[in-house]
């Protein structure tokens, strides 16, 4: 410091701080060799606080407003002095100046995936991101703890502490809450409120605290992913019998306005398989009141499998058990034929299907050929 310097130190009797920045937390007055003139105005401004520090020691606080420095209300510094009253010379002192806004800037986000044990899912893996805001509540346990003899104490150096504290709460959070995975976006206000109460009692003997926690996205494996969206569309079709006949009503009608050939052969065959899905519904129907007349007995008899069958482009049935027979008979239903019933999450060849194997056994083999 140069001799202007000294000079002018020797004549400022205000001491303040007027924040430029977004992201200072704590600031150090300049002063030549710390010293301040008794009597000199302290201005401490709104979301501001001032901490005089004597010799690495904490002494004072002020909380908003503006002080003449006396002996009177600097009663810790007077004491550690030893001053008397009426004490007017010049003293050595260092004051910090605390920023207690809140920073609203702060990001959090997981850069490993969070394990979490879910009912349905079991073991997953979660990614989560959002924002925080910081707050100091108690400024002297602030220097004492983490900015010590920083002159400018700046939040980047604190987020990254706190992003790991945050991802090391962030599991038992989301373990703990007994919310399932597929309802966790709904409960991520609550989560992060439970959050934020956790996360201050950590930092509170630092003077710090969280008054906001947000999760904007908690977010899953790709495959994960994969398997609730063909869930998602097994829900939009709902029930497949009625979704298949809708779409074959809706083919057979283009196949209609087509004048072509193949237009036609196309509504031949699949009238021919809505003829035989009407059939068998007809027959449901007509089973029906006999089971409902049938004296109080024995328990009903299990459902009849109706399967499908997928040849040539087209969808057959359904077909009972024997129905299925005489589909293998007639050469329509082979092993490597694509078959599918109520249950089955998609199409899969008939020679994958362990209780459809009978029957392609009991088909005879050609016969010789005649001389």
């Avoid at 050595?92 to 959090?108: G, L, S």
């Avoid at 986000?109 to 394990?115: A, E, H, R």
């Avoid at 097994?234 to 087509?258: C, H, P, S």
């Avoid at 089973?287 to 409902?292: C, D, G, H, L, V």
Wanted: net charge negative; glycine share 10%; no cysteine.
């Amino acid at each position: 410091m140069g001799v202007f310097d000294k000079i002018r130190g020797e004549f400022i009797d205000i001491i303040e701080w007027t924040d430029d920045s977004r992201d200072t937390i704590v600031w150090r007055f300049p002063r030549y060799e710390n010293e301040i003139k008794m009597g000199a105005k302290l201005t401490v401004r709104e979301s501001q606080a001032a901490v005089f520090v004597n010799e690495g020691q904490v002494a004072d606080s002020y909380a908003p407003g503006m002080y003449t420095l006396e002996t009177h209300n600097m009663p810790i510094l007077s004491t550690i002095k030893g001053w008397k009253y009426g004490f007017h010379s010049p003293f050595k002192a260092e004051v910090y100046f605390v920023n207690t806004r809140q920073f609203t800037d702060m990001k959090w986000g997981t850069q490993n995936p969070v394990i979490v044990r879910d009912p349905e899912f079991g073991m997953v893996r979660l990614r989560a991101f959002g924002a925080f805001s910081l707050r100091v509540i108690n400024p002297p346990a602030l220097l004492k703890e983490l900015a010590g003899t920083d002159p400018q104490f700046r939040t980047e150096e604190v987020s990254e502490y706190l992003r790991q504290m945050i991802v090391g709460r962030l599991g038992t959070a989301l373990a703990s809450s007994g919310v399932p995975m597929l309802d966790l976006a709904t409960q991520q206000g609550q989560i992060g409120d439970r959050l934020a109460v956790a996360l201050t009692e950590e930092l509170g003997p630092m003077g710090l605290a969280i008054p906001k926690f947000i999760i904007e996205n908690i977010s899953l494996p790709p495959e994960v992913e994969a398997a609730i969206d063909k869930r998602s569309q097994m829900g939009v079709l709902g029930n497949l019998d009625q979704y298949t006949k809708f779409q074959t009503a809706n083919a057979i009608e283009d196949a209609a306005n087509n004048e072509g050939g193949a237009g036609a052969g196309l509504g031949v065959g699949l009238g021919m398989g809505l003829g035989q899905t009407a059939a068998a519904a007809m027959h449901q129907q007509q089973m029906q009141p006999q089971a409902q007349q049938a004296p109080a007995g024995p328990p009903p008899l299990p459902p009849v499998e109706q399967w499908y069958v997928g040849a040539n482009g087209q969808q057959l049935g359904p077909f009972d058990r024997n129905g299925l027979g005489q589909q293998v008979a007639g050469g329509v239903l082979t092993a490597t034929t694509l078959v599918w019933r109520n249950g089955m999450a998609g199409w899969v060849p008939a020679s994958q299907v362990p209780e459809l194997t009978p029957l392609f056994g009991a088909v005879p083999p050609p016969l010789p050929p005649q001389a």
